[in-house]
């Protein structure tokens, strides 16, 4: 079974610091690995992906993460954060078994940007 | 393109009552997944349909149950609601490994 650990449960940051949202996990298989911004009230939206190649990921509204797979961790950066970037963030595995591409999620990261 | 749709948007449901969810995927997409968020959790897996079949479920009693049709769109039944289904359901679509998220149904039982 697969599993994810996002560490920390809220991270405070000032605008235009740098950020970066932890997320371990665990699988006995290779793995795809992504993640998602859930802003209030709001679906999912999907920030990056890790599916194989380069380890460093580059998604949308500047933010970034990098693969390790020593350390299986997939941990997501943003060089100087807006307020508009206050949200919770949710780190993601998929499970290929049986031919389906279901999703194993953290339990969140609230990004509270500060000015 | 529209997106990932899903209705209602919210739902109110008494304890023991029956409620259905309705899902319409991207344009393209073949699989349609159900996810529960309760509220301050992360989204868990409910089960994912393909070509009208349930492919894969999580670890959900059979209360919940799903159905695909023809089109691609889908739905979600729950029955006999308890308080803890209290929730936001989300639908996820795919074609390959990328799932598109659409908005949430937010399921009350009172």
């Known amino acids: 079974a697969q599993s994810v650990t996002q560490l920390d449960s809220q991270v405070p940051v000032f605008e235009e610091a740098p950020v970066e949202l932890r997320c371990n996990y665990s699988s006995s298989v290779s793995v795809y690995l992504f993640w998602y911004v859930q802003y209030p009230n709001q679906g999912l939206q999907l920030l990056l992906k890790?599916?194989?190649?380069?380890?460093l990921v580059k998604g949308i509204n500047g933010f970034e993460a990098e693969f390790n797979k020593s350390q299986t961790s997939f941990h997501l950066r943003k060089p100087s954060v807006h307020i508009s970037d206050t949200a919770e963030y949710f780190c993601a595995v998929s499970d290929l078994a049986g031919g389906g591409n279901k999703l194993t999620f953290g339990t969140g990261t609230q990004l509270k940007v500060e000015l | 393109d529209a997106g990932v749709t899903q209705s209602p948007t919210h739902l109110i449901k008494t304890r023991g009552q029956q409620v259905t969810l309705r899902c319409s995927p991207k344009s393209g997409h073949d699989t349609v997944s159900w996810y529960q968020q309760a509220l301050g959790q992360g989204p868990q897996f409910i089960f994912q349909y393909y070509e009208e079949e349930e492919r894969q479920r999580g670890n959900f009693p059979d209360r919940f149950s799903g159905h695909q049709f023809p089109n691609y769109s889908s739905e979600l039944n729950v029955n006999a609601l308890l308080l803890g289904d209290s929730a936001l359901y989300l639908c996820?679509?795919?074609?390959?490994?990328?799932?598109?998220f659409g908005q949430g149904t937010r399921l009350t039982v009172v």
């Open positions: 996820a679509s795919s074609l390959g490994i990328e799932a598109f």
């Open positions: 890790y599916l194989s190649g380069s380890t």
